[in-house]
């Protein structure tokens, strides 16, 4: 990465880090191919897993053996993130496999238009927003960048961040609003993965997966070797290596439901209050309370 990038807002979201104006636009006016598979999350809800997820699915298991040649960008580009003058869109339009999975945390109003235009296949994952809460702090606290602007160590000055959409990607009760409506209208070429369910049964949502991806059914035990590729000490190794994600923390702990112990009482109080107002009496409300 370079050291140069400054902080700016567009279309009312603001970033930190290795992006640009130039890179936020390019990934929304990104020209997609129709076999294309998007993967959209809002930070820290679970991406590198399903991208790892993805990639044994789609491109088999062996490619996830393969540790000394896995390279993530090459075969799952951050499609708005600048890594070494390289841009993800620019990455993606010299990837090679087919279908390209595609990542983005964009939300619905800089995301890929094609998605919404052209009928492409999204998969959005969905978390808690205590643990996503919980996760981006540490997450700021060893990222190069945001930790530099993280202006506090203390988790209560973040949670207010959150709280008020100033954290990069905005606000997550309205980036989740959005995208989960424009999920459920469009079910035949999105599908909402949760992450809790993801931890609880793994191998009904890997079916659920091959049936929204038209993928011949896995056998269990090519699933249950899927589930420990994808595991978290396994992913670290695959990870924090120099041709990845070295040094930034980018795998945490891949716990579901950690906020139970860790969060002040009076933010879990905010957070579900927010929850509730955004969400009033649909039944995700229990996914995120």
């Known amino acids: 990465m370079g050291s140069s990038f400054e902080p700016f807002t567009i279309e009312g979201i603001h970033f930190v880090g290795a992006y640009s104006r130039e890179s936020i636009l390019a990934t929304k006016n990104f020209q997609s191919r129709s ?7 809002f930070p820290r809800s679970g991406t590198t897993w399903i991208q790892n997820i993805l990639i044994g699915l789609v491109y088999g298991n062996e490619v996830l053996e393969d540790i000394e040649n896995f390279e993530i960008q090459n075969l799952s580009p951050y499609m708005e993130i600048i890594l070494n003058g390289v841009t993800g869109c620019e990455r993606a ?14 939300p619905t109003h800089l995301a890929p238009s094609e998605i919404f235009t052209g009928g492409r296949r999204n998969i959005l994952v969905a978390r808690n927003p205590k643990d996503v809460a919980l996760s981006y702090f540490s997450f700021y606290q060893t990222e190069p960048f945001l930790k530099k602007h993280l ?12 709280l008020t959409g100033h954290v990069n990607y905005g606000l997550w009760w309205c980036w989740i609003k959005k995208w989960i409506q424009f999920c459920r209208a469009n079910p035949d070429t999105n599908l ?7 931890k609880e049964d793994f ?3 890997i079916r659920r997966l091959e049936s929204f991806l038209n993928l011949s059914p896995m056998t269990s035990e090519t699933i249950d070797r899927l589930q420990a590729l994808t595991s978290v000490e396994s992913m670290r190794e695959r990870l924090d290596t120099e041709k990845n994600y070295k040094g930034m923390g980018v795998v945490n702990k891949g716990e579901a439901n950690r906020w139970k112990t860790e969060f002040p ?5 905010k957070f579900d209050a927010l ?6 009496d649909d039944e995700i409300v229990a996914k995120f309370i």
């Open 203 to 205: 191998a009904k949502e």
């Open 151 to 162: 202006q506090s160590p203390d988790l209560q000055h973040f949670l207010h961040k959150f």
């Open 275 to 280: 929850t509730r107002e955004t969400f009033g």
């Open 35 to 41: 076999d294309d598979i998007f993967i959209t999350t």
């Open 265 to 269: 009482p009076e933010y879990v109080e």
């Open 192 to 198: 909402m993965i949760h992450y809790e369910d993801l």
């Open 93 to 106: 339009d010299t990837t090679v496999k087919s279908p390209r999975l595609l990542k983005q945390h964009l």
